[in-house]
């Protein structure tokens, strides 16, 4: 004989647990719908953006007035492959030109100085050939003649006796040069001076939500076909969500809670880093390309200085931004609660305040501010796959060189390299600018470790 007993309880702990475990289940199923809607979006990004990128290989480039910055028509380009087979073509209306080559390799490309307009001539004559090499299949590599006022007969002229004076009077356009790279570099250091302040998490991963910024206003603007101001700022809503809140819900949190190490979590975040890297690969190709109708943009003229409109606005918007976050940090409560959490986060936590809810918040934050660099800087020199990871150690020498944790002094630190690296470029060739400045930075750390800010001002 079987005896079923049943046991009633309807009592408040009984009421509790049920609420608990339907909030449970509520949450899992939320989780779940979340990641398969990303991934459906990302599935959906692959299936439109593949078709519509599709290019062959090749090298391109745009020749401009030094003075207007408009591009110059009917300018002589050469591309010499191994085999010695010449491919000739002409700049187009906009100064554009594009030469589709059979395979990756090494290429020499050169200008004509005789089809430039009177009164032109190249900056430096020792460079009116370039040698390139294509790295790999499907991908369209940029080449710039940079242009000076001169005149050039047969193959160019030498260089005039007042060049050092030419080239020192570029100081105030370096300058200038200098304050917008830094400005760019400083976004994405306060993002990652945000995170390490709170989480204590050196994230090589962040050069990957630069490149989403870019890449996602280059969907939206220029295979979708939106304004590229409506672009913008869906990229930087849509990499806040993706790059900020989604990755730190489902990666960065769970690890937390297991007591993942830091040394376990940079090792992760630089495998996060490398796949992301070849996913953008994989969807937008290997071609380094512009926003539409702002490749070639005249400049403005302010005294010795020439800056082009786009420049100038996102520049401006840059600076805003970077005024809102200190704004935030230093009068909201959202932003004491973080600089409380980036100070010690088990006193924080006993005092009342939300570690988790800060952490998401300074995650969203980042990565905004940082898909914004990313736009910044392909409206300076177009969107590619690894746009953020060329300038990831930058940013990583702006944030140490302020004080790593600390958002003033990465801002401060960012400045400070973005200036030496234009202004170095007076003294050293400009494909070694990047030295220069992580090479002060090692001189500075050996002076002063902890950064320029980095005991003085602990912002988060």
Same mark, same amino acid.
């Given at each position: 004989m079987r005896t079923r007993l049943r046991v009633v309880d309807d009592g408040p702990?009984?009421?509790?647990?049920?609420?608990?475990?339907?909030?449970?289940?509520?949450?899992?199923?939320?989780?779940?719908?979340s990641l398969a809607g990303v991934g459906a979006l990302l599935l959906g990004l692959g299936a439109s953006v593949l078709p519509a990128l599709a290019a062959d290989t090749g090298l391109k480039g745009t020749v401009k007035d030094p003075v207007s910055g408009s591009g110059i028509a009917g300018v002589s380009i050469t591309v010499t492959g191994a085999d010695g087979t010449p491919q000739t073509v002409t700049t187009a209306a906009d100064g554009t030109w594009l030469v589709q080559v059979p395979s990756a390799g090494k290429y020499e490309v050169t200008i004509d100085q005789t089809t430039l307009p009177d009164g032109l001539t190249l900056a430096d004559q020792s460079k009116v050939t370039a040698?390139?090499?294509?790295?790999s299949e499907g991908r369209v590599q940029t080449v710039l003649f940079k242009l000076a006022a001169g005149t050039a007969g047969e193959g160019g002229?030498?260089?005039?006796?007042?060049?050092?004076?030419?080239?020192?009077?570029?100081?105030?356009?370096?300058?200038?040069?200098?304050?917008?790279?830094?400005?760019?570099?400083? /976004?994405a250091a306060v993002g990652l001076s945000l995170v390490f302040g709170t989480t204590k998490l050196t994230n090589f991963a962040h050069g990957e939500l630069i490149a989403l910024g870019g890449l996602s206003t280059y969907f939206f603007n220029g295979v979708v076909g939106l304004p590229l101001i409506l672009s913008a700022a869906l990229a930087v809503v849509v990499s806040a969500f993706v790059g900020g809140w989604v990755q730190n819900r489902y990666l960065w949190?769970?690890?937390?809670?297991?007591?993942?190490? /830091?040394?376990?979590?940079?090792?992760?975040?630089?495998?996060?880093?490398?796949?992301?890297?070849?996913?953008?690969?994989?969807?937008?190709?290997?071609?380094?390309?512009?926003?539409?109708?702002?490749?070639?943009?005249?400049?403005?003229?302010?005294?010795?200085?020439?800056?082009?409109?786009?420049?100038?606005?996102?520049?401006?918007?840059?600076?805003?931004?970077?005024?809102?976050?200190?704004f935030w940090l230093l009068k909201t409560q959202a932003g004491k609660a973080t600089r409380a959490v980036a100070d010690n986060p088990a006193l924080a936590s006993a005092s009342g305040i939300d570690v988790e809810k800060v952490i998401s918040t300074v995650w969203v934050l980042g990565a905004g501010l940082a898909s914004f660099s990313g736009i910044m800087l392909g409206l300076q020199v177009g969107v590619s796959w690894?746009?953020?990871?060329?300038?990831?150690?930058?940013?990583?020498?702006?944030?140490?060189?302020?004080?790593?944790?600390?958002?003033?002094?990465?801002?401060?630190?960012?400045?400070?390299?973005? /200036? /030496?690296?234009?202004?170095?470029?007076?003294?050293?060739?400009?494909?070694?600018?990047?030295?220069?400045?992580?090479v002060v930075l090692i001189i500075i750390l050996l002076i002063r470790p902890q950064g320029i800010l980095g005991k003085a001002e602990r912002i988060g």
């Open positions: 702990g009984l009421l509790a647990h049920r609420r608990d475990t339907r909030a449970g289940l509520l949450r899992r199923r939320w989780a779940l719908r040698k390139v090499n294509v790295l002229t030498a260089p005039s006796a007042d060049a050092p004076a030419s080239k020192w009077s570029q100081i105030p356009q370096l300058t200038v040069d200098g304050l917008i790279f830094g400005i760019v570099i400083a /976004l949190k769970p690890l937390r809670k297991r007591g993942t190490g /830091l040394i376990a979590a940079l090792v992760v975040s630089i495998g996060l880093g490398l796949f992301l890297r070849y996913f953008f690969l994989f969807i937008f190709g290997g071609q380094t390309r512009s926003f539409d109708a702002y490749a070639g943009q005249a400049g403005i003229e302010i005294g010795p200085v020439l800056i082009t409109p786009k420049d100038l606005i996102s520049s401006t918007i840059g600076i805003l931004l970077i005024a809102l976050t200190t690894q746009m953020g990871f060329t300038i990831l150690l930058l940013v990583f020498a702006g944030s140490v060189l302020g004080g790593l944790g600390t958002a003033f002094g990465a801002i401060l630190g960012s400045i400070i390299v973005g /200036l /030496l690296v234009q202004l170095s470029t007076l003294i050293i060739p400009t494909e070694l600018k990047y030295v220069g400045a992580l």
